[in-house]
């Protein structure tokens, strides 16, 4: 089985980068989360998860 680039040269890149801090992002306050749940679900009649398939 052929394998995309060699082994040589895996983690080259991310082993170079210097590390950075994550930056911490505070959840949405729960009443607006929910009204954009609630627009998706109701408004727009999204389907929840990844798999839904499209009318």
């Not at 954009?36 to 408004?43: C, D, T």
């Amino acid at each position: 089985m052929p394998t995309h680039g060699s082994l040589t040269k895996a983690g080259k890149v991310r082993s170079k980068t210097p590390p950075q801090k994550k930056e911490r992002k505070p959840a949405p306050i729960p009443k607006e989360r929910n009204r954009g749940n609630y627009v998706k679900r109701f408004i727009l009649k999204r389907k929840s998860g990844q798999n839904w398939i499209l009318p």
